[in-house]
């Protein structure tokens, strides 16, 4: 028969918990699935040709040009990723303050002490404090690139919900580009292409693996160890 004392139980608690916030902290910005199957053609028993340059399926501005833009699930798109975020932040704090107290008797004099020092009184007093703080913050990304994505899905307003992702491997590392939103139609432009700027819900990331990755980011067990062994 054994007890577990209540401080194994804390060291129990805090390195599960810090361990469940390691791996929270991995997870990926674009959530899958990144493509779907196309849907099958509708399987027409009988297809009469009436001759017409219209058919049934048949998209509205293909009557107009033989260029084919994406508008139903597993159709894809080239996305002009062209993404720049500055933001600046200053602020600065100065302030003073000063006292002065002076007190003075009216003069004459008493037998009793306490009174006779107070008609005697003459005394001055002063203080002051003064504070000044000042901060700058600045932060700057810029990404940019293309990059070809599927439609993963077609909301009930026509808008397109798309997904993608790109994979380059050299020299034993890995380096993953992922990209997510929904697109309107009307803002595909010619070449079947949209601007990254015009997606909704836009969210891109970059993963990497390798040697060079893991070695620029910190161990599980560093992660666990700065979690659970700080006090501030």
């Known amino acids: 028969?054994?007890?577990?004392?209540?401080?194994?139980?804390?060291?129990?608690?805090?390195?599960?918990?810090?361990?469940?916030?390691?791996?929270?902290?991995?997870?990926?910005?674009?959530?899958?699935?990144?493509?779907?199957?196309?849907?099958?053609?509708?399987?027409?028993?009988?297809?009469?040709?009436?001759?017409?340059?219209?058919?049934?399926g048949m998209a509205a501005a293909s009557l107009f040009t033989t260029e084919r833009r994406a508008r139903q699930v597993g159709d894809s798109l080239k996305v002009a990723i062209s993404e720049s975020l500055s933001a600046s932040q200053k602020s600065k704090t100065d302030t003073s303050r000063d006292n002065k107290l002076a007190v003075k008797g009216p003069g004459g004099s008493s037998k009793v002490g306490i009174v006779d020092r107070l008609l005697k009184a003459d005394a001055t007093a002063s203080g002051s404090d003064s504070y000044k703080g000042s901060g700058d913050s600045e932060a700057s990304g810029t990404l940019s690139g293309q990059m070809a994505v599927s439609v993963i899905n077609v909301l009930p307003n026509g808008h397109l919900v798309v997904a993608g992702e790109r994979s380059i491997a050299m020299n034993g590392g890995l380096q993953t580009l992922r990209f997510s939103g929904v697109v309107s139609p009307q803002d595909i432009r010619t070449g079947n292409q949209v601007q990254s700027a015009d997606v909704v819900n836009a969210r891109m990331e970059i993963a990497g693996k390798g040697e060079v990755s893991e070695a620029a980011r910190r161990s599980w067990l560093q992660r666990v160890l700065t979690s659970s062994l700080a006090i501030w």
């Open 1 to 56: 028969m054994f007890t577990i004392s209540m401080a194994a139980r804390r060291g129990g608690l805090l390195l599960s918990g810090a361990l469940l916030s390691a791996c929270v902290s991995n997870e990926a910005l674009v959530q899958g699935p990144v493509q779907v199957m196309p849907q099958p053609d509708a399987a027409y028993v009988e297809r009469v040709n009436n001759g017409a340059i219209y058919q049934p």
